[in-house]
T-cell receptor
């Protein structure tokens, strides 16, 4: 279907460790967006990647878009307890609809 | 950016009844979307609500069950009709301004059907 798969589904890390979530699509993506949803909250936009091989950084977060535009990753360096939440990638269709990936739930142990 | 007010924030409803969820945006937006998020799951797109035309529903969702209104560029409603416990979920409205633009979300409506 249209859903984008993410791995891992869950990740528990010790505070200060790094974390990576991967997003994989069977079809080429025009762009990929990343969102963070805190427990009990709503999704909040983090970033959008458009170009093949694109890399963007936001402080401790690094986002990559694969060369074939079929996969993407989010890497967090030295996690903090404020990083807790579920991270979703989302693909956008030609009709501008957003379809969310399966998500990775991050737990950070103090 | 867009600020979205979604009401109610939560409700507990009897099976067989209907609930209408309201979504108000602080600016005019082209596209409004309704999502469902079941506990511990990802967001699933229910439909796209476009002003002045019928909503476009995704596979697995029908107008009779989830009628949507979009009377103007700042407001939309989603009704969950003839509810059953399987409809217990979080319902979120979202707005976007077109291709390659970020989406903004309301706070969500947590629905429990008993």
């Amino acid at each position: 279907g249209q859903q984008v798969m993410q791995i891992p589904q869950y990740q528990h890390v010790q505070e200060g460790e790094d974390f990576t979530t991967y997003c994989n699509s069977s079809t080429t993506l025009s762009n990929i967006q990343w969102y963070k949803q805190r427990p009990g909250g709503h999704p909040v936009f983090l970033i959008q990647l458009v170009k093949s091989g694109e890399v963007k950084k936001q402080k401790r977060l690094t986002f990559q878009f694969g060369e074939a535009k079929k996969n993407s990753s989010l890497h967090i360096t030295a996690t903090q307890t404020t990083d807790v939440g579920t991270y979703f990638c989302a693909r956008q269709t030609g009709a501008n609809n957003l379809f969310f990936g399966t998500g990775t739930r991050l737990t950070v142990i103090p | 950016s867009a600020v979205i007010s979604q009401k109610p924030s939560r409700d507990i409803c009897q099976r067989g009844t209907s609930l209408t969820i309201q979504c108000q945006v602080d600016s005019q937006v082209t596209m409004m979307f309704w999502y469902r998020q079941q506990p511990g799951q990802s967001l699933t797109l229910i439909a796209t609500a476009n002003q002045g035309s019928e909503a476009t529903y995704e596979s697995g969702f029908v107008i009779d069950k989830f009628p949507i209104s979009r009377p103007n560029l700042t407001f939309s409603t989603l009704t969950v009709s003839n509810m059953s416990p399987e409809d217990s979920s979080i319902y979120l409205c979202s707005v976007g301004q077109g291709a390659r633009t970020e989406a903004f979300f309301g706070q969500g409506t947590r629905l429990t059907v008993v």
